[in-house]
């Protein structure tokens, strides 16, 4: 029985990913390593450290961990820049009615996202006191497609992993979910999202979260 909701933040509850692809492209570029939409892909639900490994990696570069922190901080402040007017508007479609739905269903929540922003993003967007905990990147130590993150979240939530559903946009995400023994709801371009267990474009599709679980997940 599904009793808990866990929602990853970037590309499922805001528009912040697009900022993210600016932000990396920018480094890559300055590093001159090709980067383009396959390799943005990639690095989706992955920390800001591995995502910079990962691009040095396809770059063939080696730097050394003070290199790696100069990097690091010149893409979380671009970054920052990006997201500093971002507000309620940037909310991607059917979130807020989808939260609120789950909270009325009695649906506990939790944001599972590995972001260092995502207090601050969830601040600008009004949604800082709407989830019952939130996991981010401050806390889990291991990227998606480690479980961490999620079995967090439920530990958290104090559920079992098999009562927890989540909403991810990312390839390591989904995969991370089903590491978790959970539930997964991926949102987005179905080409990319393999080992969901349903695919929708857009949360707009979800009007009542209790008839979609009963239509299309298979509890246990
Ligand atoms: C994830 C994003 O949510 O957070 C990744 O999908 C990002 O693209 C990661 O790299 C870490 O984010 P931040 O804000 O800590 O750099
Ligand atoms: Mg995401």
Redesign the pocket.
Known sequence: MIRGLIF????VIVDT?KY?FIAWKKIAESLKIPFGETENEK??????ID?LNKILNWGGIELSKKEKEYWLDI??SF?LKCISKISPSELLPGISKLIEDSKQSGFKIALG??????ILILEKVNLINSFDEIVD?TIVSLSKPSPEVFLRGAKLLKLLPEQCLVFED?QSGVFAAKNAGMKCIAVGNTVNLEGADVVVESLKEISDIKSFISEYIIEE
Do not use: E, I, T
Request: no cysteine.
């Open positions: 990853d933040l970037d590309g990913a993210h690095l989706k639900g992955v920390s800001r995502s893409k979380n970054y996202s590995a972001s260092k922003n995502a990147g990312a």
